[in-house]
Each structure stands twice: as C-alpha cells, then as structure tokens.
C-alpha cells in the first residue's frame, strides 16, 4: 500500500523551544529547519510514500520543503497541531478520497527510507495504527488506512491517547529512526549517535561545542 504523509511543520522562529538551552534563538530556527528537511527528504525517498503534503505557514519551510518535493499546505485553522493534522488529511483526501494517510512528525532528523517503509508496512496491516517514540510516551506516526479517520492526539502522553481511541501499536523491529524525535538537547545527542542526516549534522556544526555535552542540562 502507499501512502500520504501529512507532515506539521510549526512556524521555525516558534519550534523546539525544548532545545533552548542546547540551541541559542540564533540557531535553533535553522536546526528545526533542518531537522523537517531531512525528515521530508528521507520520507519521499520511501517507495511506500506515494506523497507528502508539508502544514505550514512558515515561508521559509514552506519553500525550502517545496523544492525536495513536499506539497505545502496552509496551517489551517490555526488551532495547533492536532487541528493542523487533521486539516491536512482532509486536503490529501479531497484530492484522493481512497488515500491511506500518515501523519508524521518533522522532527525525525536521522529517519531512514528502509526503516520508514518496515512501520508503513505494518500499518497497512490495520485500519488505524500508531508507533510510540523514542521514550517511550509520545507519538512519531500515525496511520490512517483508506476510508477510515486519523483522529490525532498529539501532544504531551499521546501514546496512552492513541491506544485509548482504539488505534494498533505497532512493534516493527528495528526502526529506531522513525521513532527518535528530537525535543532535547539528549534526543539531538541519540540522533546524531544514530546517523542524523546531511541538513542536521550541518546545522550541528554551527552550534558551539558546549552545546552538545552532557552538562547542557538535559
Ligand atoms: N503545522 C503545525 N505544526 C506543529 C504545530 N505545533 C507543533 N507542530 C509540529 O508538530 C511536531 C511535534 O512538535 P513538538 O515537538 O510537540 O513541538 P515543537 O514546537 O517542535 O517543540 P517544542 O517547542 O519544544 O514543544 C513537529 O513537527 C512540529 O513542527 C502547529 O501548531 N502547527
Ligand atoms: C507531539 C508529540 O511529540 P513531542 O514529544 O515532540 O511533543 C507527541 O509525542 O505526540
């Protein structure tokens, strides 16, 4: 089966506050620019991914994902990032009714095609399924098979709310990069260990040494 991704994409300037004491606001515009265009970059090189369709309305994500291919959609209703998620399924089924959609977060800096396409298969095995991140509370995807609603709940303990609402957990083994988003200056530290891709480890580059020892306060 291939799929839709919906990818939320939150105004650069506003996105990963969490990363404050790793990432000073000179930078961390720029690392979560970098963290959406290697997450895009490695989903559309996914041969279960049909498409992906970018939520934002940050002008500079929304040009810089368009150019690797990523249809940009407006964040619409302004309601934060369930509301955006929803918004952007909708748009994906308008223009393909039968569309199998998943939605996925930007911040997956060290996502690999091959192991993105182990948990999309999974999910094609249920109507509605979800994959638990890398600590074990939140959420990295969430599928939606054809005729059937994504219902997202993301947030902080959304994997509790999305096995509440009925949908699988999948347990594909070795996707480790599908499942490490980055909220922390630890998290930036597993991607990286993990092979973070050619945008992220760029961006790292520019940050001061300081930034990515232990004693950050993560
Ligand atoms: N389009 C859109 N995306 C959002 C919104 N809020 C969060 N996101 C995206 O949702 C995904 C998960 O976001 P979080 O890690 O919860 O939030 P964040 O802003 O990136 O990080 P924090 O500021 O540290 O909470 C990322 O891809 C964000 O860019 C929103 O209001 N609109
Ligand atoms: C939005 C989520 O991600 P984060 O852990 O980045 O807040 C989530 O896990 O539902």
New binding site residues.
């Given amino acids: 089966m291939q799929w839709s991704l919906v990818?939320?994409?939150?105004a650069l300037a506003?996105?990963?506050?969490?990363?404050t004491d790793a990432a000073g606001d000179a930078v961390r515009p720029g690392l979560?620019l970098a963290f959406a265009q290697d997450t895009v970059a490695a989903a559309l090189d996914c041969p279960e991914v049909r498409d992906v369709a970018v939520?934002?309305d940050d002008p500079l994500a929304g040009r810089e994902l368009s150019a690797l291919g990523a249809l940009i959609l407006a964040?619409e209703p302004a309601g934060?990032?369930n509301a955006?998620l929803a918004h952007g399924a909708a748009a994906v089924r308008f223009r393909r009714p039968g569309a199998a959609v998943a939605a996925l977060?930007?911040?997956l800096p060290a996502l690999r095609p091959a192991e993105l396409e182990r948990v999309l298969r999974a999910a094609g095995e249920f109507p509605r399924s979800f994959l638990a991140d890398a600590a074990g509370i939140g959420t990295t995807l969430l599928a939606a098979g054809p005729g059937r609603e994504l219902g997202p709940a993301?947030?902080v303990d959304s994997r509790r709310r999305h096995l509440a609402s009925g949908a699988v957990e999948l347990a594909p083994g070795a996707v480790d990069s599908v499942r490490q988003?980055v909220?922390t200056g630890a998290d930036l530290r597993a991607a990286l260990a993990l092979g973070a891709g050619a945008r992220t480890v760029a961006a790292v580059g520019a940050l001061p040494l300081r930034a990515l020892s232990s004693g950050c306060g993560y």
Avoid at 14 to 19: D, G, I, N
Wanted: charged content about 35%; hydrophobic content about 40%.
């Fill in positions: 990818i939320p994409v939150k506003r996105a990963k506050s969490r990363l979560a939520v934002t964040d934060g990032l955006a977060n930007a911040d993301f947030g988003d909220d």
